[in-house]
């Protein structure tokens, strides 16, 4: 069980090499995490995108191309298309996102014929590791589905556990989130989360224990739990996976987390897909990114052994 | 201008020292930041309740009582409402919860004879001090209002500018957050956002600048507001207060940051009422509590001068 990135690290490395295709791959900060994967040993690459401009950029970050496949195509919607194929065509097991509008990227991923539609919704899992946190907590939905509906956050759920089993975390516990750990039929985010720790008890959500609605602190602090009398509760204080009530509580702590603690790490997937799909911001740094490659690694080699 | 809850202490020894008044003052987490506050030379008290229980923990926390007044009231309600009358009444000048359920406190603040009601509606502001801003955040509402309208927003926007100025922040940036820094007609929260802000621009909300929606780092990291363009926006890497969609992000946040950012400070206000009100919870550590009181205090000079 990985408990850190750098666990997690540890775990890519004992698994097959894995091969990640690059949409319009002709950007720097996204090349260079490229380099640092490959150098530490958890990818090739197939760089798809105008062929001069990665040899310029290449070049000026000392990156030996000759190690790389590279597909020459100048037109970004073309670029995505060739790449995203060579994972539906599983040539590639995963799927980054280079210079070119979210939007053209995002519609690579969905298309009819060469896409990674599964059918499923789209969504988003944010993983932390965070100073005085002994262990990884994956989180949903801070970035891609604005008010999810709840078969969405069924959905969230079952991504999520996904990824924590894909990181060696077994029957991980999920805490849907709101203000307060009780049940208020005003505060719709309470009676959500009810339902989803239902779903659970009914064996619909499976593999995982499921207990909403918890506040933040008691979802992840024992001391927390013991201070407010839930101790008791199945997820006090042992949450893995933490479910976001809309986009905007989840993105507010995910800024929050991600800027304001010292020594935090994190990385990011699209979920929802046939394969891993890697979409980080360009702010992201060179850390996040390569995060987010070792966590696609270790999903894509979860998916090939399901 | 107080930059740190250290700063505010200096500011609070240049007022006129206040008095508190205590419900239900038999609690030794609350008498120990009693005497604190008192020690540090910022407030006098009257203890309002059970007199042999009162010295009883404080003999146990070497206490000396003979520096308060103690108004011995078995019974919590009516603890509470000989307490509140004294700050009605002008006897004390802020008024703080001891050990009684929080709705019977919240009863004896909204009691129309001998309560602080003003017609407004009741909020909360947290309060932070966090290492690497280089000022105090205020933040509303993360504990009372659960889904704020919009006139609920921008009361809570009036009553953070209050506690900002009262900690010397002059026109302080106010930022309605949101996952997002744009406005989209399908996420009412950054609609919202962009209605106070023009509120802000219409001249109905006052003495500050309000600009939103923004998201958390746009917000307060100047370098993020670079890296996405948005620099040039007038809260971008500048804002002083935060307000959230709903309580649900405003609490997860908030309990992130108390919990997960080593070294942070933090203090909170009830708010909406005739005098500042202090209402924090048995888990808060005894500095959120004597910082809470400090907020008080030079809240209540501050109204006091108006």
Chains 1, 2 share one sequence.
Do not use: W
Request: hydrophobic share 40%; net charge negative; with cysteine.
């Amino acid at each position: 069980m990985s408990r850190s990135f750098k666990e997690l690290l540890e775990q890519v490395r004992t698994c097959e090499k894995k091969t990640l295709s690059v949409a319009c791959a002709q950007d720097q900060p996204v090349l260079e995490a490229v380099k640092e994967a490959h150098e530490l040993g958890i990818i090739d690459a197939t760089l798809v995108g105008d062929e001069d401009k990665i040899r310029e950029i290449a070049a000026s970050i000392h990156m030996d191309l000759s190690e790389y496949a590279i597909i020459d195509v100048k037109d970004t919607v073309e670029a995505s298309l060739t790449a995203v194929k060579l994972v539906h065509d599983g040539k590639a097991d995963m799927y980054m996102k280079g210079i070119l509008p979210t939007k053209d990227f995002l519609k690579s991923v969905l298309n009819k014929e060469v896409g990674l539609r599964t059918g499923k919704p789209l969504s988003h899992v944010a993983v932390f590791e965070i100073p005085g946190i002994d262990r990884l907590l994956f989180m949903s939905d801070v970035a891609f589905i604005p008010y999810p509906t709840l078969d969405d956050k069924k959905a969230m759920i079952n991504y999520c556990v996904e990824t924590a089993e894909a990181c060696g975390v077994k029957n991980p516990h999920v805490a849907p989130l709101a203000a307060v750990e009780v049940v208020n039929p005003k505060m719709p985010a309470t009676v959500e989360a009810d339902e989803l720790r239902k779903a659970n008890e009914a064996g619909e959500l499976k593999n995982c224990v499921v207990d909403g609605p918890l506040s933040l602190d008691i979802a992840l602090y024992p001391a927390a739990a013991k201070e407010k009398g839930a101790e008791g509760r199945p997820c006090a204080g042992r949450s893995d996976i933490l479910i976001f009530p809309d986009i905007h509580a989840g993105n507010l702590v995910y800024k929050a987390i991600g800027h304001m603690v010292p020594g935090v790490q994190q990385g990011c997937m699209l979920t929802g897909t046939s394969a891993p799909v890697i979409l980080t911001s360009r702010s992201d740094t060179k850390d996040v990114k390569v995060n987010s490659i070792c966590l696609a690694a270790v999903l894509s080699e979860h998916k090939h052994k399901a």
